[in-house]
T-cell receptor, first 115, second 114 residues
Framework: KAGVTQTPRYLIKTRGQQVTLSCSPI?????VSWYQQTPGQGLQFLFE???????NKGNFPGRFSGRQFSNSRSEMNVSTLELGDSALYLC??????????????FGAGSRLTVL | GEDVEQSLFLSVREGDSSVINCTYT??????LYWYKQEPGAGLQLLTY?????DMKQDQRLTVLLNKKDKHLSLRIADTQTGDSAIYFC??????????????FGRGTSLIVHP
């Protein structure tokens, strides 16, 4: 079956702009998590969505937001971009409950560069 | 301090065994994971171990868990150049609603040379 698909894979924005990243989970997976990966901070948890509801949230400012649609696809948005938002944004999906809920499958990531 | 700590680099010769170590802080951790990241790619789950286990073996991979010392290790037997990558250790705690949100270490860059 298809893996986790993230689009776009690469994008370049300038400071002050906003960006939307998309994630399509594995078919049947209901939980989608987002992580930010930078050389300085490593992998940091942004938020998790399950059945269209934000179930957990990391310690990021309100400029970072997300949502999940009824088909479990998820988007995350970053507004008023800053240079420090340059990172690889990783999406991961899992079953969300019960067996397999602890196993996250990651996408290839969206690499954002802010100039 | 960080919740999960790993050494940053490990260099081994092809054919040797590699051992990547990790320490974590929360004794309530339920699952501990090893992920692999190759250049330009996302994270690939290699294996995971439930906290009531001491060891898990999967082909060339052996995971050892010392819960008393909160120490996790990944041994790769007969290391190949294709094993060169960054290896991440991660732990999860039980969260309400059935969530598992891994906390990752900084990753260990494994370099395999001929």
């Amino acid at each position: 079956k298809a893996g986790v698909t993230q689009t776009p894979r690469y994008l370049i924005k300038t400071r002050g702009q906003q960006v939307t990243l998309s994630c399509s989970p594995i078919s049947g997976h209901r939980s989608v998590s987002w992580y930010q990966q930078t050389p300085g901070q490593g992998l940091q948890f942004l938020f998790e969505y399950f059945s269209e509801t934000q179930r957990n949230k990391g310690n990021f400012p309100g400029r970072f937001s997300g949502r999940q649609f009824s088909n479990s696809r998820s988007e995350m948005n970053v507004s008023t971009l800053e240079l420090g938002d340059s990172a690889l944004y990783l999406c991961a999906s899992s079953g969300g409950q019960g067996t397999g809920a602890n196993v996250l499958t990651f996408g290839a990531g969206s690499r954002l560069t802010v100039l | 301090g960080e919740d999960v700590e790993q050494s940053l680099f490990l260099s081994v010769r092809e054919g040797d065994s590699s051992v990547i170590n990790c320490t974590y802080t929360d004794s309530s951790s339920t699952y501990l994971y090893w992920y692999k990241q190759e250049p330009g790619a996302g994270l690939q789950l290699l294996t995971y171990i439930f906290s009531n286990m001491d060891m898990k073996q999967d082909q060339r991979l052996t995971v050892l868990l010392n819960k008393k010392d909160k120490h996790l290790s990944l041994r790769i037997a007969d290391t190949q150049t294709g094993d060169s990558a960054i290896y991440f250790c991660a732990e999860t705690l039980p969260l309400s609603g059935g969530s598992y949100i891994p906390t990752f270490g900084r990753g260990t860059s494994l370099i395999v040379h001929p």
